[in-house]
């Protein structure tokens, strides 16, 4: 099979491989063997990084991970990492290696890879290079880890989820051995960061059958999300929770939200629902979830249960609420509670609403907070009483229009007086 890759990746390994060996390996190789489209092209050689530096010494280079051997060299504009050859050993916090020692042997070099399918290479002649039946492995689907996956989950635990995360993403079985030393070794997840934790669990949340991969590695996963354990012991809640999640499209906001929404507290011996935006937001903040999806769930959570029919001026005031991730939050509802004839008119009124350009927000309003200023009125004074037009031109009391706002807007202010 011929695979080709850019001139640039070409380029970089010719120069090297005139004096050194080099190859391609890792996701790249691995994707085009499957036909999936790639640019994760990592180089590995037999050279030294001071080597590479030297073969390179026309163009600019990077020490981008010289303790672990990695010169970043930039060709074209185009960053490439070439990776010295190299063995590992001792890996006390269960994620990096104490000692690396380079090598010239690129057997050995992949025998410290993760999983078989990951330790393939491919040289400049377009030669495959399988030390480990990784291509048999594509082939049957299976992700196994390279040697003895006992010791591979242990030197570095983020491998577990990448185990579930490439099963998941792929739609390959994870073989029995591999398997077994998942969940055995799943403790050592605590000594990783909880940011690359939750980088791999995301990813998994939003692959097709996420519902049964969470029922399968629920007790990995608790490792640092205990409250999915708690949640599992309630039947009622874990019985939504994943017929939802199997209903669900592969939106992160929408499944975390139909998780986390069930997140309840215990008191004696009942348990009190609780669909509590806070409480998600201090899981969230422990999980290292970013602020932008944090925000976006919370609403969902928070808003889960306001009432949601096919009422035009109760469809402009939710749109007015949640802007532009109105429909995202539609779609939410649609696999919460919200039946499809409900969603199905809702969306046509949205549709029409936003094809007509009719008035549903601030800034689409007539009158702004100059003309506001304009009758005398300052502060939060302004804002107030924009939002008041916003509401008379959404139940329709007064036409969007600038001077028969302001008439009623007068007539209000006199009234009052």
Known sequence: MYIQYPKQIESCLKELNQKYEAVLTGGFVRDALLGRPSKDYDIATSATPEQVKEVF?????????????????????????????????????????????????????????????????????????????????????????VGNPKERFYEDALRIMRAIRFSATLGFEIEPATKAALFEERQNLRKISMERFIQEFQKIVVCDHFDA?????????????????????????????????????????????????????????????????????????????????????????????????????LVKKRLNQFGDSFFDYLGFRKTYDLNEDVYDKISKQVSDIIGRQECFSLKQLAVNGSDLKQLGLTGTKISSTLNQCLLWVIEGQVDNNKYKILDKLNETLKGRN
Request: net charge negative; charged share 25%; proline share 4%.
């Open 213 to 313: 991969f969470l029922n399968e590695y629920l007790d990995v996963f608790s490792v640092m999300i205990p409250e999915l354990k708690q949640l599992s012991e309630i039947p009622d809640v874990w019985n939504k929770i994943i017929t939802d999640l199997h209903d669900a499209p592969k939106v992160l906001t929408y499944r975390l939200a139909l998780i986390f929404l069930h997140l309840s507290r215990f008191n004696a011996d009942k348990i009190i629902p609780m669909h509590s935006a806070s409480t998600f937001i201090m899981l969230a903040k422990r999980l290292r979830m970013n602020n932008e999806i944090t925000g976006t769930v919370a609403r969902f959570i928070q808003n889960s249960q306001i009432e949601l029919v096919p009422d035009k001026v």
């Open 57 to 145: 010494k026309r163009y600019t280079t990077f020490d981008s991970g010289i303790k672990h051997g990695t010169v970043t060299v930039v060709i074209d504009l185009h960053p490439i990492e070439i990776t010295t050859y190299r063995i590992e050993s001792g890996y006390t916090d269960s994620r990096h290696p104490d000692t690396i020692e380079f090598t010239t042997d690129l057997k050995k070099d992949c025998m410290r890879r993760d999983f078989t399918i990951n330790a393939i290479c491919l040289n400049d002649k377009h030669d495959i290079l399988d030390y480990f039946d990784g291509q048999k492995d594509l082939e049957d689907k299976i992700i196994r880890c």
